[in-house]
T-cell receptor, first 114, second 111 residues
């Protein structure tokens, strides 16, 4: 019955290293979003998964970013060769399935690239 | 670019006063949602208003939507210190699932 969870809550890495961020959506929710929020800014859409359909990756800022969703549940966002400008809070949200549903957000992962 | 833009960017009021924040957007929408964010972490859904609705209430919250002006307002009445947070509007483009969030209004309620 828990909400959306994300791990780790904080991640500090060195420039050039790869990182993986995890999102566990609410059980039964078919849709999942990843967003990025830089300090003091709004949310930037990254990627959207809906059921078994091909994901909408149109928001990924570069080919260093990728995401997958295994078994229609857990999702992993991977950032390769991290850069300092990747530092941000990465938020995951799930919803039951339609565009009129409420998005339920996880607490986010704060990524700091040194 | 962001579809939604909130104003003001920041708002500081005394406890008990009303707080009004506005959101403007650019394209046709199915619905508009308002979210609240504490301390730069996860967002919490506050209220959803559909494109065929003009006003909606939830507790101390009142949302209006003017599709002709492509704008919405969120009113928080009788504000409390605990209302201190950032507030975001989110809009979907008609026929899509992609939500665009505005840059937010940072509300500070002084006790």
């Amino acid at each position: 019955g828990a909400g959306v969870s994300q791990s780790p809550s904080n991640k500090v890495t060195e420039k050039g290293k790869d990182v993986e961020l995890r999102c566990d959506p609410i059980s039964g929710h078919t849709a999942l979003y990843w967003y990025r929020q830089s300090l003091g800014q709004g949310l930037e859409f990254l990627i959207y998964f809906q059921g078994n359909s091909a994901p909408d990756k149109s928001g990924l800022p570069s080919d260093r970013f990728s995401a997958e969703r295994t078994g229609g549940s857990v999702s992993t966002l991977t950032i390769q060769r991290t850069q300092q400008e990747d530092s941000a809070v990465y938020l995951c949200a799930s919803l039951a399935g339609t565009s009129t549903d409420t998005q339920y957000f996880g607490p986010g992962t704060r990524l700091t690239v040194l | 670019s962001q579809q939604g833009e909130e104003d003001p960017q920041a708002l500081s009021i005394q406890e008990g006063e009303n707080a009004t924040m506005n959101c403007s957007y650019k394209t046709s929408i199915n619905n508009l949602q308002w979210y609240r964010q504490n301390s730069g972490r996860g967002l919490v859904h506050l209220i959803l208003i559909r494109s065929n609705e003009r006003e909606k209430h939830s507790g101390r919250l009142r949302v209006t939507l003017d599709t002709s002006k492509k704008s919405s307002s969120l009113l928080i009445t009788a504000s409390r210190a605990a209302d201190t947070a950032s507030y975001f509007c989110a809009t979907d483009s008609s026929g899509t699932y992609k939500y665009i969030f505005g840059t937010g209004t940072r509300l500070k309620v002084l006790a």
